[in-house]
Each structure stands twice: as structure tokens, then as C-alpha cells.
T-cell receptor, first 112, second 115 residues
Framework: DQQVKQNSPSLSVQEGRISILNCDYTNSMFDYFLWYKKYPAEGPTFLISISSIKDKNEDGRFTVFLNKSAKHLSLHIVPSQPGDSAVYFCAASALSGNQFYFGTGTSLTVIP | EAEVAQSPRYKITEKSQAVAFWCDPISGHATLYWYRQILGQGPELLVQFQDESVVDDSQLPKDRFSAERLKGVDSTLKIQPAELGDSAMYLC?????????????FGPGTRLLVL
């Protein structure tokens, strides 16, 4: 049973435009969320996090938005750069445990 | 910059054989994780160590999988016997401490193919 879902397997965006990656979750106990980026032949790399006490967290070109009522989070990349081309995973965890549940990933391609 | 090391990077084996994967976490990281990532899916936690102790192995198929971190530093994940469905990427990660806010640093993974 997939508790974290990324329904878009792939996304293509022109360089300089905004990339929006979406993630939905089903477990209402999840209160801490992460985004990871993964290049081919490498392990995932931490990108940005957000706690449920916030609805937005920003780090440079990357902003994560959390909509708790909709159980939805999104990652915005502005402006998108070719080096952002990678697979992006969202992950969620509940206060009661240390385990993170990962989505299936979205492959982002930024076209020069 | 310190990295998590994993070996081998690739492993091909026949079903019913034994395989072992090794992970060396970032120096000073007390928490170590093993994940399995099946093609097209996200990483799934198999086992989590705090120093040499297992914190969570609820997702580890214990009839065939075993993991150890004897001295609280490097770790070995073993599968015996391997099955076709074990073909996946096995990722190791480490973090400074057992806290959700601690960043997990992932190694490059071991890609296993069971024939």
C-alpha cells in the first residue's frame, strides 16, 4: 500500500521556466516531509524539507509547499536549469517513527 | 566531502546463491540505514541501526536477509538464498543521529540482478 504517491512519472520543462513536482500522501499522521534528488548512478541527495507546522519552506531556487488539508505537497524550482534534470523523490514520516516512506519518483527533464 | 561507500556497485548472481553487500558510512555517523529500491519504485527501508544495535528491522525478510553492524561502523547486508524478486538497487544511507531532521546521506547503491 503506497502511502506516498507521485502520480507524474515524468515532467519536461524549458530552461528558465518553473518546474512543479507534486506529491500526495494518505497517512494523516505524517508531519515531516523531504524532497530528494537523484542523478543516474548516484544515490539520492537531500534537497529540502518541511515540517507540518509550516506551509512553505524556501531554499534558493527551491520552494516546497505543504497543504495539510489536501495531504499534498509540491516542489517548485524557479528558474529551472539543465542541471536540475534528475529524478525527484518525496518522502514522509510520522512523529511516532523514524522511518521515511518514499514516493515512486518523478523524472524531470529541463530542456536547454 | 565525506561520502557513504558501498561495494560492489553491481552484482549478478543465480537464484539460491548467497550475496553480500558492504557499506561504510560517513565517519562519525551513528545511524545507518539499508534500503531496497525496486525499479520504478521509491526506496523502501529494510533495516536501521543506531551504532551496533538494530532499531527497526520490521521490513527485513528475516528468513533470507540478515544485516549486521558489529563495531558500529561499517555494515553488511546478506541475502541467502537469493530469489528472482530480490533484483533491485540496495542503498545504504547514514546520518549523524537518529532524528528525523538529521539528513540521510546515501551511497551510490549496489545493483543486484538475480538470474
Amino acid at each position: 500500500d503506497q502511502q506516498v504517491k507521485q502520480n507524474s512519472p515524468s515532467l519536461s520543462v524549458q530552461e528558465g521556466r518553473i518546474s512543479i513536482l507534486n506529491c500526495d500522501y494518505t497517512n494523516s499522521m505524517f508531519d515531516y516531509f523531504l524532497w530528494y534528488k537523484k542523478y543516474p548512478a548516484e544515490g539520492p541527495t537531500f534537497l529540502i524539507s518541511i515540517s507540518s507546522i509550516k506551509d512553505k519552506n524556501e531554499d534558493g531556487r527551491f520552494t516546497v509547499f505543504l497543504n495539510k488539508s489536501a495531504k499534498h505537497l509540491s516542489l517548485h524550482i524557479v528558474p529551472s536549469q539543465p542541471g536540475d534534470s534528475a529524478v525527484y523523490f518525496c518522502a514522509a514520516s510520522a512523529l511516532s517513527g523514524n522511518q521515511f516512506y518514499f514516493g515512486t519518483g518523478t523524472s524531470l527533464t529541463v530542456i536547454p | 566531502e565525506a561520502e557513504v561507500a558501498q561495494s560492489p556497485r553491481y552484482k549478478i548472481t543465480e537464484k539460491s546463491q548467497a550475496v553480500a553487500f558492504w557499506c561504510d558510512p560517513i565517519s562519525g555517523h551513528a545511524t545507518l540505514y539499508w534500503y531496497r529500491q525496486i525499479l520504478g519504485q521509491g526506496p523502501e527501508l529494510l533495516v536501521q541501526f543506531q551504532d551496533e544495535s538494530v532499531v527497526d528491522d520490521s521490513q527485513l525478510p528475516k528468513d533470507r536477509f540478515s544485516a549486521e553492524r558489529l563495531k558500529g561502523v561499517d555494515s553488511t547486508l546478506k541475502i541467502q538464498p537469493a530469489e528472482l524478486g530480490d533484483s533491485a538497487m540496495y542503498l545504504c544511507a547514514s546520518s549523524l543521529a537518529l532524528r528525523r531532521a538529521e539528513t540521510q546521506y546515501f551511497g551510490p547503491g549496489t545493483r543486484l540482478l538475480v538470474l
